[in-house]
């Protein structure tokens, strides 16, 4: 039945995914079984680094079930190339070749050395433990600050350094801010290093094709189409006879945006064998195989005048790219180039970036990929700002925003925002918050001598998202391509399918999608299918990362619609024998201008589409349409969070009392799913600030390296979430809309910090790294009252050297 001008895009209309996810019928990677599979497991290195001298896998073979054991010796000659790195940031970076298996060297704790192909993945395991491998173990150097010294050990000592590249952006006459400025504030933040935990771990089955000679491979990846492109290159199958398959996959964060050493071996492993292989990760295999995320030293000069306006920014990171490239590991960091100066209007600004091996699992995208980074730096310079000047952080805030803009204005760091009015999303925080009221009840409490003390921390923020425009991918010599593609087609019973290249992992793209085509089309969302996740079915896709499905892959869908729509006029026209400027369009009904009841139905349209007996001359068949969208620009979604904290001095617990935050996509599709995902984000940032870290001894042994030692916060660490939006679309795209996937983590970290600091800012301290835990919390308490900070609540002899100085002196930077 035809809908009557039903609009869904803003509705929230409940998530199709769901049932069957919450009923048990979704389906995983590792829920396909095949008759005659395999399964495979992988030996990792027990040590950081050293020489492989032998490897004796002859008792494992023998192990009843064992079909085959193979080293990098034996495999890796049989790859057409090694694991690839897509962005080579610069001319002479250093790139270390990378195969799925070590042959001669191990560079990290859990590179892989070996691997046993059994009957069943039990088997396999066992025989893991009966390989026999000699080392000849190495100097090992894990902190990113020692591995650049003079005499360090060497990761790849081919090279003779341990760095990888140099990436510098000047823009503008730094110097010359900073000659006149009243105040330069000088500050070190650490990015801890985190590991991505999505519920599902990673997974990979490969079929060989007996009739083509090509495979199918099953896999939990968020890229399927970028995987195909790159299996095929490095297994030398030609990419026609590749098939990639995502079924349902359980959370990406940026860990499965990767190409896989375990991909690559199961298609090795299934032409060897000629028979289906298995591979399921299991969690701590995870820890030490999958790419970590984070991992920088931040040193960072921010010049200002004395009424706290900014005059410029320089930025020097170090980022830890640990021991090998995986596909965008060099170029994480340089995201955040281009976002380090925030939501501030200034002139001046510098950034330089020096990517460094050491022996630890490689670094790449993790949810935010380089923008919470940034944003975390200039948001607690900005408080650090506002405490030197003596003014609220809100105030020195609203004094640097940029004036809301409509159109693409040009930021210190050469970029264009697409649109802006951080004023409006501050203003709507502050009532939100009842911040008046919440200062009001700090100050009672500081008076009182209470022991729990209140603070209060704003992040106010803005994002790279809808990556990216194809042109700018190439000037910054990232491989690939930015675009997205859509087909929408009518079938001849009324109903539709869109087809998509965005590829998603908890996103709720088949709801979003189905609302985008049913406005367009003027039919129900349940009358929708939407295809996706298959290389066979949708062919063309660059995938879901980076916020980009929505602007580019969900505008990918609504213009395939349009030109579905477009077609289906030009058909009514001739049924109703009208000019085709006479035909109007509304609620899935086409009729004659003037003469409502003169009409036809979208349904008797595609019903005629597809008989194909009457159409206009010419025309061909069936209302099908494709689109493939390359946005001219990013879009920059942007918002105001306010985290309200209880220190308790005695204690030294931090408890997140309430978050407030007002977030600005653009036009919203779906609010459920946008307020879901910014749940999410914020979760996760705060973890990052109040839990997570990795943490290595000096020999690269990774101590966090389970879920017992890896602190993940779950839902009693947490508070309600009080959120709200602006809506000031963006004009890079028709829908006006942006990305939201990694608002909440990329707000959510300074706004904690900030405000723990700003709990603790009446005993004169001015800093706390993360993650704040309560023993870091006592060590500031007790370094500002000059007693003793008792001892580190790890082994932090990886990690390098921390802003003790913010600790040790009230005033913090300088005058």
């Known amino acids: 039945m035809t809908e009557q001008a039903q609009k869904y895009v803003g509705g929230g209309v409940p998530r199709k995914e769901d049932p069957?996810?919450?009923?048990?019928?979704?389906?995983?990677?590792?829920?396909?079984?095949?008759?005659?599979?395999?399964?495979?497991?992988?030996?990792?290195?027990?040590?950081?680094?050293?020489?492989?001298k032998n490897i004796d896998a002859s008792e494992a073979l023998e192990l009843p079930g064992v079909h085959a054991v193979y080293t990098g010796k034996d495999l890796n000659g049989e790859m057409a190339a090694p694991l690839p790195c897509a962005w080579p940031v610069t001319g002479d970076m250093k790139h270390p070749e990378h195969y799925p298996l070590a042959a001669e060297q191990v560079n990290h704790l859990g590179d892989g050395v070996a691997v046993v192909v059994a009957a069943d993945r039990y088997i396999a395991k066992d025989a893991l433990e009966l390989i026999d491998v000699d080392y000849?173990?190495?100097?090992?150097?894990?902190?990113?600050?020692?591995?650049?010294?003079?005499?360090?050990?060497?990761?790849?000592?081919?090279?003779?350094?341990?760095?990888?590249?140099?990436?510098?952006?000047?823009?503008?006459?730094?110097?010359?801010?900073?000659?006149?400025?009243?105040?330069?504030?000088?500050?070190?933040?650490?990015?801890?290093?985190?590991?991505?935990?999505?519920?599902?771990?990673?997974?990979?089955?490969?079929?060989?094709?007996?009739?083509?000679?090509?495979?199918?491979?099953y896999s939990s990846s968020q890229v399927p189409h970028i995987l195909k492109s790159a299996l095929s290159g490095i297994c030398g199958v030609p990419e026609q006879k590749m098939r990639v398959i995502a079924p349902d996959v359980g959370g990406g964060f940026g860990q499965k945006l990767n190409v896989y050493a375990e991909e690559a071996l199961a298609i090795l492993l299934a032409r060897k064998l000629n028979v289906p292989v298995k591979w399921v990760e299991?969690?701590?295999?995870?820890?030490?195989?999958?790419?970590?995320?984070?991992?920088?030293?931040?040193?960072?000069?921010?010049?200002?005048?004395?009424?706290?306006?900014?005059?410029g920014l320089k930025v020097k990171l170090t980022a830890d790219m640990g021991?090998?490239?995986?596909?965008?590991?060099?170029?994480?960091?340089?995201?955040?180039?281009?976002?380090?100066?925030?939501?501030?209007?200034?002139?001046?600004?510098?950034?330089?970036?020096?990517?460094?091996?050491?022996?630890k699992t490689p670094t790449d995208a993790y949810r935010g990929a380089g923008r919470p980074e940034a944003a975390y730096g200039i948001e607690r310079l900005i408080d650090e700002l506002a405490l030197k000047v003596g003014k609220d952080p809100a105030e020195v805030r609203r004094m640097n925003f940029y004036e809301p803009f409509d159109e693409p204005t040009t930021t210190p760091a050469g970029i264009q925002y697409d649109s802006f009015n951080l004023q409006g999303a501050m203003d709507k925080l502050m009532v939100l918050s009842d911040y008046e009221g919440l200062r009001a009840e700090q100050k009672r409490r500081r008076e009182n001598n209470d022991p729990v003390q209140l603070g209060l921390g704003f992040s106010t923020y803005t994002e790279v998202s809808g990556l990216a425009p194809s042109q700018v991918l190439a000037a910054l010599n990232a491989g690939g391509a930015g675009w997205e593609a859509a087909t929408v087609r009518m079938l001849p019973s009324g109903k539709a399918e869109v087809v998509t290249g965005t590829s998603p992992h908890g996103q709720g793209?088949?709801?979003?999608?189905?609302?985008?085509?049913?406005?367009a089309l003027g039919i129900h969302p349940d009358d929708i299918e939407v295809i996706h996740g298959d290389t066979a079915t949708a062919p063309l896709g660059r995938d879901t990362y980076g916020s980009r499905s929505a602007p580019v892959g969900g505008v990918a869908v609504h213009l395939a619609a349009g030109?579905?729509?477009?077609?289906?006029?030009?058909?009514?026209?001739?049924?109703?024998?009208?000019?085709?400027?006479?035909?109007?369009?509304?609620?899935?009904?086409?009729?004659?201008?003037?003469?409502?009841?003169?009409?036809?139905?979208?349904?008797?349209?595609?019903?005629?589409?597809?008989?194909?007996?009457?159409?206009?001359?010419?025309m061909e068949p069936n209302l099908t349409e494709d689109s493939s969208f390359d946005p001219p620009n990013f879009t920059f979604p942007f918002g105001a969070h306010l985290c309200v904290v209880e220190v308790d001095t005695e204690t030294c617990r931090t408890t997140v009392r309430d978050y407030f935050a007002v977030d600005d996509c653009g036009p919203v599709i779906n609010p459920i799913i946008a307020d879901g995902q910014i749940h999410g984000g914020i979760a996760q940032g705060l973890a990052q600030a109040l839990y997570e870290e990795a943490i290595y001894d000096?020999?690269?042994?990774?101590?966090?390296?389970?879920?017992?030692?890896?602190?993940?916060?779950?839902?009693?660490?947490?508070?309600?979430?009080?959120?709200?939006?602006?809506?000031?679309?963006?004009p890079t795209n028709p829908l006006g809309v942006k990305g939201i996937g990694e608002a909440g983590t990329i707000g959510s970290p300074p706004a904690a910090i900030n405000a723990i600091v700003d709990a603790l800012s009446e005993y004169g301290i001015t800093h706390i790294d993360m993650p704040a835990s309560p023993m870091k919390v006592f060590q500031a308490i007790q370094n500002a009252k000059g007693k003793s900070g008792g001892h580190a609540d790890a082994d932090r002899s990886g990690r390098p050297a921390q802003a003790t100085d913010h600790q040790t002196n009230p005033g913090g930077g300088s005058l």
């Not at 793209?509 to 406005?519: E, G, N, P, R």
């Open 20 to 52: 069957a996810l919450v009923t048990g019928r979704a389906t995983w990677t590792d829920n396909i079984k095949l008759p005659g599979m395999l399964y495979f497991a992988v030996l990792r290195s027990p040590i950081a680094h050293g020489k492989i």
């Open 136 to 217: 000849e173990e190495l100097p090992v150097v894990t902190n990113i600050e020692d591995a650049l010294k003079e005499g360090s050990p060497l990761v790849h000592e081919e090279f003779g350094t341990n760095e990888c590249y140099t990436w510098p952006m000047p823009v503008g006459d730094v110097d010359s801010a900073f000659a006149k400025a009243d105040v330069v504030i000088e500050s070190r933040y650490i990015q801890q290093r985190l590991l991505p935990t999505p519920i599902e771990p990673r997974a990979v089955v490969a079929i060989p094709d007996p009739v083509n000679g090509g495979f199918t491979i």
């Open 282 to 311: 299991e969690r701590s295999e995870s820890y030490l195989s999958s790419v970590h995320g984070r991992d920088q030293i931040q040193d960072l000069q921010l010049a200002a005048t004395s009424e706290g306006k900014i005059l």
């Open 323 to 359: 021991a090998y490239l995986q596909v965008f590991t060099p170029g994480i960091p340089l995201f955040g180039a281009f976002v380090f100066p925030g939501v501030y209007d200034f002139e001046a600004y510098t950034f330089e970036c020096t990517g460094v091996f050491t022996n």
């Open 509 to 519: 793209h088949v709801t979003s999608w189905s609302q985008l085509a049913a406005d």
């Open 563 to 618: 030109k579905v729509i477009d077609k289906a006029r030009k058909i009514a026209a001739h049924m109703l024998e009208a000019a085709e400027g006479d035909i109007e369009f509304e609620g899935g009904r086409f009729s004659v201008a003037g003469s409502p009841d003169q009409g036809v139905t979208i349904q008797e349209v595609a019903g005629e589409a597809f008989l194909g007996v009457n159409l206009p001359e010419g």
């Open 698 to 730: 000096e020999d690269g042994n990774l101590v966090t390296g389970s879920m017992m030692d890896y602190l993940i916060p779950g839902a009693p660490e947490l508070p309600n979430y009080t959120l709200d939006r602006t809506v000031t679309p963006s």
